[in-house]
Every structure is written in C-alpha cells, then in structure tokens.
C-alpha cells in the first residue's frame, strides 16, 4: 500500500530535477552561456536534488529521481536531432581563387572621370566583401593578392589558382569606354604569352560553361539597378584580341572568368559601385553567379 508520503516523495523527485536544470539553464542564459558553459550550468544546477536525494535515503524520492532522468534522457535525445538538422553550407567544398584585378605589370587600371575611384581600389573592396560572403557559405577562398597596393603578375594570378586547383578563377575588374553594364569574359580561343599555348581545350569548355551558369545568375541579382552587358570572349579584349586569350587565361589550368563588373567611366555605372549599398549589392550578385557555377560543377561530376 502506498503511502501519501512516498507519492509525495516521488512526485517531489520526479520534478525537482527538471526544474533545476531550468534553472540553470535560465543561469546561463542570463550570462549569455553557449554550449559547454549552458551544459555546465544546467548539470550544476541538476546536482543540486541528486545530492538532496541521496542524503536522506528516501526511496520514493530517490525513485522520482531516476524517472525524472531517464525522461530528461529521452527528450533530451528525441529533440537533439531537430537542432542537429542545419541546412548545409552551399559551397562547402568549393574552392574559389579571387583576382581583385591590378595592380599589374602592364596596367594600373582604369579610373573614374572625376578621378576619385579606381579600378584597383573597387576590385579589392568588391574582393573583400565577396570572400566574406563566400567563406560564410563554407567556400575555400584564396586570394591572389594580399593588399590593395600589391603589383602581382597576370601569370602569377594563375599559377596561384593552379596551385590550389581552384574549382573556380574568378577574376574582378571594372572596364572603360561609353558603354555600361555588368559582362563576363572567358577565353573563347587559344592564346600565346611568354611562348606558352594556351589554355587547354578543356579548360575553354569548363570556363564556358561556368560563364554561362554565371553571367544569368548575377544578371538576375543586379536586374533594374545594372546593365546585364552578357558573355563575351576574350578576344574582344583589347589584350586578348592581341594575345588571342587574357595572359591569366592562357596560364590558367581551372575554369577561369573575368568579371567586368560595371563601366567605372559611365555616369550611372560610377554611382553605383562608389556607395556602400552597390558594393554590397555586386558581391551579393557575384555571390549567386559563384553559386550557379558550384551547382552546375557538382551536376557534371
Ligand atoms: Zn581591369
């Protein structure tokens, strides 16, 4: 026959350990505790009725006890998994190599007219962001240039992103002239530099394709605030027109792309790339043209 004393004792037993683990873990929220620091005080706290329990030897106590840990157990175990269950990183497994464009050894790059924006200032900026946006995303980002004012050689650039066999060169410059808009490059021909052929047939294939998963991508992003100006060539560079390919793409044995990423010289092209919210605007779209590119290199393999 059960006494009112031992339902008492059970019931006290039962629910004096989760109500000490509440408190605890309300403890550590207060001191804004994560992980092991909220873990230790909620099992400081849940110590606290063990201790209790044991001291006075009271079976139906100790009793509640044990059922009240082994529910604890049982939730604690049926709940972990909904927690555990984070979308995965997009790009986890990605490799990008980042070429903010110039400083190199044939040019410093364009400039705005007003003369207060150039071109190698706003590919580092855009760089910087970007590999923020991408690392967040769980992409390996290596950089070919360490700071702003580093003057680091075109076939260097490539040899860097050969080095870490990049699944992507993406290559950021701004261009000159009357037009306007975002386009992307990649070497649609052979080219010939410093007595080297290249890049390789294949390696024109896969920039291909990475340009036209790319250039959609970041032309959807920026639609209503920037020109989508399309894919185009290499040879309609004017050094590839010349060499045949860019010298990066020539030396390049990954998918390589050069960003063209507005017109720094047209009006409206200048006032978007010089504030704040355009910058963030083109690493965001730059981003998901990284994106597309990743979705469409795991659907080939
Ligand atoms: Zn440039």
Redesign the pocket.
Known sequence: MLKRTDVAGFLQGLFVLPLCALFGGLVALLFKAHGFGLWACVGFCALFPIFGAVKTKQKSLLAGLLVGVIVSIILLVALAPAHAEEPPLPLRGFSVCLDP??VSET?A??VSRDGRLT?AHV?WVIAQRLTRLLKAEGATVVPTKLHESQVVANRRRAEIANAMHADLFLRL???SGEQSGIATYYPDRQGRRFGVTGPSPEVMRSSRRAAQSFQPAVAASLRGVIRDAGIKGDSQTGVGGKQGALTGSIFSQVPALTV?MCVLTNAHDYRFMKAAAGQDAMAHALLAGVEAVAVQEREER
């Open positions: 464009g110039h040019s790059g364009t071109e590919n410059h701004c261009d063209e």
